[in-house]
């Protein structure tokens, strides 16, 4: 059976790479990749970056000599759908079917429903955030209650006007958490601003990269 699977997927490598939307999942490894020249990895999907997926967890597929070494735990994947024939369920690949142009680390901020109930009565900690570079991935997820919430994203504490927003997100409560991408953000103070029918509230977030010390001559 495993031998069938990998000869259909060889059969397909070239017709089943047609032009597709990039898919982006913050996921978890579930299993290291198993095959001959290509590998399957089993991921539990996090949260949705950009995109559709099928299921919570997915099978990700690509070759050997491009395998992303000493992967870590939490990731973010850049994939692309598998358009080919195939037994597999669930299955996407990365572009090109390297691992290493498809896995990127990433650290993901958190604040839980419990602590977003303090912050509704001004009373959470602020979260701060050091990384060593201005490029790493960071994304910040935040709860949700009631049908539907917006969660904003400003340098202000009170959002005035539009031009105070740099991100608004507003969704059902069928795809919670709300999620923010924080990667491009200069160094500094912000504010996430959450509106639901039965929670609300902001929390201080702060951004601030490491200095590289200078090697002294």
């Known amino acids: ?14 017709y089943g790479q047609a032009d597709t939307d990039t898919i982006k999942v913050i996921a978890k490894r579930i299993s290291n990749g198993e095959g001959s020249e290509i590998l399957i990895a089993k991921y539990q999907v996090i949260k949705i970056v950009k995109g559709n997926i099928t299921n919570d967890t997915i099978q990700v597929g690509y070759y050997i000599h491009n395998e992303f070494k000493n992967e ?11 358009t080919g024939t195939l037994i597999i369920k669930d299955f996407y690949i990365f572009p090109n079917y390297n691992a290493r142009g498809g896995i990127e680390k990433v650290k993901i901020l ?15 900690k602020p979260l701060n955030f ?3 570079s201005k490029n790493e991935n960071l994304f910040l997820l935040i709860p949700c209650d ?6 904003t994203l400003s340098k202000q504490q009170e959002i005035s006007k ?17 999620i ?9 103070k912000y504010y996430a601003h959450l509106v639901t029918c039965g929670l609300g509230g902001q929390i201080e977030i702060n951004i601030k990269t ?3 010390n200078k090697l002294k001559i």
């Open 1 to 14: 059976m495993i031998i069938t699977v990998f000869g259909l997927l060889f059969s397909f490598l070239t």
């Open 72 to 82: 870590p735990d939490t990731v973010l994947l850049t994939l692309s759908t598998y």
């Open 110 to 124: 958190t604040v839980d429903f419990v602590n977003w109930e303090g912050c509704e009565r001004g009373k959470c």
């Open 130 to 132: 050091m990384r060593k």
């Open 146 to 151: 009631g049908f539907a919430s917006t969660v």
């Open 162 to 178: 539009n031009s105070d927003v740099i991100q608004k997100n507003g969704i059902m409560h069928s795809t919670c958490p709300q």
């Open 180 to 188: 923010f991408d924080l990667t491009k953000l200069i160094d500094g």
């Open 210 to 212: 490491e200095k590289m």
